[in-house]
């Protein structure tokens, strides 16, 4: 039958169409499904991330970080502007071009390679000894089989309870990268990444920016030391956060959006503002994919339940990525998906989460890989540790941007190191060799050993390998 397939992947999110890419690259007869729509209802492959999260919102960072810098970095320079304006239709119409050229650059990479692309929602049907039943919901129905399932579904917003998404008022990360005037009052609900990085987009563009965030202390999962460094620079430029809150009502409607809290004190409080953005992180999406009809187990908090290996408990089952357990990010949902197609094949791949970098692209960026120092005091292991300072790096004063610092944890006998945590400009670059270095297991001596480009910010991470040992030779 032409729909007989070997590998069929559920989903064309950053995990499913890398994880359909090397099946096929594999030798294995592929097919994806998807069903995201662009505006003309055709396919939209790329996920959330592409559609309405990682691609988008960098082009929205890139477009208000021109104009902040235009408008306050730029006399610096000796380069005069007079009526400074921003017409936000224009960046959205770049940012829907940029989100194009990528669902564009999946349609070229599965013809390419030979991947066969069914649009519309995949679900179980039943299984059997010719393999799974995978039905195509959508313009065109079709039944596909397959001998292995890759579930790549990924993730949705979570909702605040009593405040659904309305994408008018109250905005999900789709809704706050399609705002379009720049609202005078904006309010956001969870200091998040996607908190942070919407907050920092519409603040440069003049909105009065205010952060609503339940836990008591900021980005409580950085390294402590960066996430005090990072509230410090957002409160400098305006970004007003308060910790400890307690959200009671939410209500909405043309007019803007009231929102009533206690806070850290528990006194009451309330908030208006003209927009809402709710980021209190996602929830795994099995809707719609059928799971109990075949016995698809899923765990306590809704994501599909897997192995070490993404291995379902059914047969030839796989999933990966949002909708199981780990990270949430793009680019280890594409390193499972990579791994899943070769232990198809019977090869022997491992993710290791350890060595997952994390990024978020305000300003400055921060980025980290492995342990932080309080998850190293909090296990007892014995670590000694060096920074070093962008503001004693030349490459960031040429660029005029000297906030922040590089971090190096190492294990205390050993060496090895342990973590690497930078806030600073452009550490979502800077953070692989970090990775690349844990990897290989490497110790702060061979960083603090090897020759750096002079002059790059990457001399910053050379110099806090080097002051691990306390012999940094710039600072």
Same mark, same amino acid.
């Given at each position: 039958?032409?729909?007989?397939?070997?590998?069929?992947?559920?989903?064309?999110?950053?995990?499913?169409?890398?994880?359909?890419?090397?099946?096929?690259?594999?030798?294995?007869?592929?097919?994806?499904?998807?069903?995201?729509?662009?505006?003309?209802?055709?396919?939209?492959?790329?996920?959330?991330?592409?559609?309405?999260?990682?691609?988008?919102?960098?082009?929205?960072?890139?477009?208000?970080?021109?104009?902040?810098?235009?408008?306050?970095?730029?006399?610096?320079?000796?380069?005069?502007?007079?009526?400074?304006?921003?017409?936000?239709?224009?960046?959205?119409?770049?940012?829907?071009?940029?989100?194009?050229?990528?669902?564009?650059?999946?349609?070229?990479?599965?013809?390419?390679?030979?991947?066969?692309?069914?649009?519309?929602?995949?679900?179980?049907?039943?299984?059997?000894?010719?393999?799974?039943? *995978?039905?195509?919901?959508?313009?065109?129905?079709?039944?596909?089989?397959?001998?292995?399932?890759?579930?790549?579904?990924?993730?949705?917003?979570?909702?605040?309870?009593?405040?659904?998404?309305?994408?008018?008022?109250?905005?999900?990360?789709?809704?706050?990268?399609?705002?379009?005037?720049?609202?005078?009052?904006?309010?956001?609900?969870?200091?998040?990444?996607?908190?942070?990085?919407?907050?920092?987009?519409?603040?440069?563009?003049?909105?009065?920016?205010?952060?609503?965030?339940?836990?008591?202390?900021?980005?409580?999962?950085?390294?402590?030391?960066?996430?005090?460094?990072?509230?410090?620079?957002?409160?400098?430029?305006?970004?007003?956060?308060?910790?400890?809150?307690?959200?009671?009502?939410?209500?909405?409607?043309?007019?803007?959006?009231?929102?009533?809290?206690?806070?850290?004190?528990?006194?009451?409080?309330?908030?208006?503002?003209?927009?809402?953005?709710?980021?209190?992180?996602?929830?795994?999406?099995?809707?719609?994919?059928?799971?109990?009809?075949?016995?698809?187990?899923?765990?306590?908090?809704?994501?599909?339940?897997?192995?070490?290996?993404?291995?379902?408990?059914?047969?030839?089952?796989?999933?990966?990525?949002?909708?199981?357990?780990?990270?949430?990010?793009?680019?280890?949902?594409?390193?499972?998906?990579?791994?899943?197609?070769?232990?198809?094949?019977?090869?022997?791949?491992?993710?290791?989460?350890?060595?997952?970098?994390?990024?978020?692209?305000?300003?400055?960026? *921060?980025?980290?890989?492995?342990?932080?120092?309080?998850?190293?005091?909090?296990?007892?292991?014995?670590?000694?540790?060096?920074?070093?300072?962008?503001?004693?790096?030349?490459?960031?004063?040429?660029?005029?941007?000297?906030?922040?610092?590089?971090?190096?944890?190492?294990?205390?006998?050993?060496?090895?190191?342990?973590?690497?945590?930078?806030?600073?400009?452009?550490?979502?670059?800077?953070?692989?060799?970090?990775?690349?270095?844990?990897?290989?297991?490497?110790?702060?001596?061979?960083?603090?050993?090897?020759?750096?480009?002079?002059?790059?910010?990457?001399?910053?991470?050379?110099?806090?390998?080097?002051?691990?040992?306390?012999?940094?030779?710039?600072?």
């Amino acid at each position: 039958m032409a729909n007989n397939f070997d590998v069929v992947v559920i989903g064309g999110g950053p995990g499913g169409y890398v994880a359909a890419i090397r099946a096929a690259q594999l030798g294995l007869n592929t097919a994806c499904i998807d069903e995201w729509k662009n505006d003309k209802g055709g396919p939209a492959l790329g996920g959330t991330c592409t559609n309405i999260g990682c691609i988008p919102s960098k082009a929205l960072l890139q477009s208000s970080e021109h104009y902040e810098h235009a408008g306050h970095a730029f006399a610096d320079h000796g380069i005069k502007l007079d009526n400074l304006s921003i017409d936000v239709a224009k960046m959205q119409a770049r940012r829907a071009t940029v989100v194009k050229q990528n669902n564009d650059g999946i349609t070229y990479l599965f013809k390419k390679n030979k991947v066969t692309f069914f649009h519309g929602r995949g679900s179980f049907v039943k299984g059997g000894d010719e393999g799974w039943e *995978i039905a195509v919901a959508g313009a065109k129905p079709d039944t596909l089989t397959a001998r292995h399932v890759i579930v790549a579904t990924g993730s949705n917003p979570r909702a605040l309870p009593g405040a659904a998404f309305d994408e008018k008022t109250i905005l999900s990360n789709d809704g706050a990268l399609s705002i379009p005037e720049v609202p005078k009052k904006l309010g956001l609900i969870g200091a998040g990444v996607i908190g942070l990085e919407m907050g920092s987009v519409w603040r440069r563009l003049g909105a009065d920016v205010t952060v609503l965030e339940a836990l008591p202390a900021f980005l409580g999962a950085v390294d402590e030391q960066v996430a005090k460094e990072a509230q410090k620079a957002f409160a400098k430029q305006g970004l007003k956060v308060q910790l400890g809150v307690k959200i009671t009502e939410v209500e909405g409607g043309d007019g803007g959006v009231q929102v009533a809290y206690t806070d850290a004190s528990g006194a009451a409080q309330s908030f208006a503002c003209d927009k809402l953005i709710v980021s209190i992180g996602r929830v795994p999406n099995t809707d719609g994919l059928n799971a109990e009809a075949v016995g698809l187990k899923l765990d306590e908090r809704g994501f599909v339940a897997v192995d070490g290996d993404c291995k379902t408990n059914l047969t030839n089952v796989w999933a990966i990525g949002d909708v199981v357990r780990g990270p949430m990010l793009a680019h280890k949902a594409e390193e499972e998906g990579v791994a899943v197609a070769e232990r198809i094949v019977g090869q022997h791949p491992h993710v290791d989460f350890n060595t997952v970098p994390w990024v978020i692209y305000t300003s400055p960026e *921060i980025a980290w890989v492995g342990q932080t120092e309080q998850q190293l005091k909090a296990s007892g292991r014995a670590y000694k540790a060096g920074t070093f300072p962008f503001m004693a790096n030349g490459r960031a004063r040429a660029l005029g941007d000297t906030t922040g610092f590089v971090k190096v944890i190492a294990d205390a006998k050993t060496d090895e190191i342990l973590g690497v945590h930078m806030i600073g400009p452009y550490v979502s670059e800077l953070i692989s060799e970090a990775v690349v270095a844990m990897e290989f297991k490497a110790s702060s001596e061979d960083i603090g050993r090897i020759c750096h480009a002079h002059p790059s910010l990457s001399e910053a991470t050379k110099e806090a390998a080097l002051a691990v040992d306390k012999r940094a030779l710039n600072f």
